[in-house]
């Protein structure tokens, strides 16, 4: 069953230690131009500037993509997702993007990591894997669902 909490807003690391799976952090809320992710929320690109979640402003030199955190290649077979030679998922799916810990499976208006965990659930107009869950972008706001592993 999922539960519903409200979402978190304020400064992202404080905000991403308080989280658990399944709580979404609103990174950024405005106007943009293009966005990338970056471990610690997304960078905004807003004319000439750019900034981390709308909030540290940052030189050009910062603007990357970090797509270097999928270490991993997730292979299809069929209705079957392997990851690093593990099979991760098997069945129904609508999409499909690699993420660090595996492969995001979108089914409905379900966001699920390796088909098991609920990461989001409900309408965007995008969304993209990241090391610390999935970006969902809504309009003009920007949101982490987060993912954590339960020590």
């Given at each position: ?5 409200k ?5 992202f ?9 399944g709580?979404t ?9 293009e ?7 997304v960078?905004?690109?807003r ?13 050009e ?31 129904d ?16 208006q ?42």
């Open positions: 069953m999922l539960m519903y909490r979402p978190l807003v304020g400064e690391s404080k905000l991403f230690n308080k989280a658990k799976t709580d952090i609103l990174l950024y809320q405005g106007l943009y131009d966005y990338k992710m970056h471990s610690q929320g960078i905004i690109r004319n000439s500037m750019f900034s981390l979640n709308g909030q540290t402003v940052l030189k030199r910062d603007w990357y993509y970090q797509d270097a955190q999928l270490k991993n290649s997730v292979i299809r077979d069929g209705d079957s997702f392997f990851f690093g030679g593990v099979l991760l998922y098997q069945g799916w609508d999409n499909f993007k690699p993420h660090p810990r595996g492969v995001i499976i979108k089914k409905g379900q966001l699920l990591l390796n088909g098991q965990i609920l990461l989001y659930e409900g309408r965007w107009r995008n969304w993209l894997p990241h090391a610390k869950g999935v970006v969902i972008i809504k309009n003009d706001e920007i949101w982490l669902a987060v993912y954590k592993i339960d020590h």
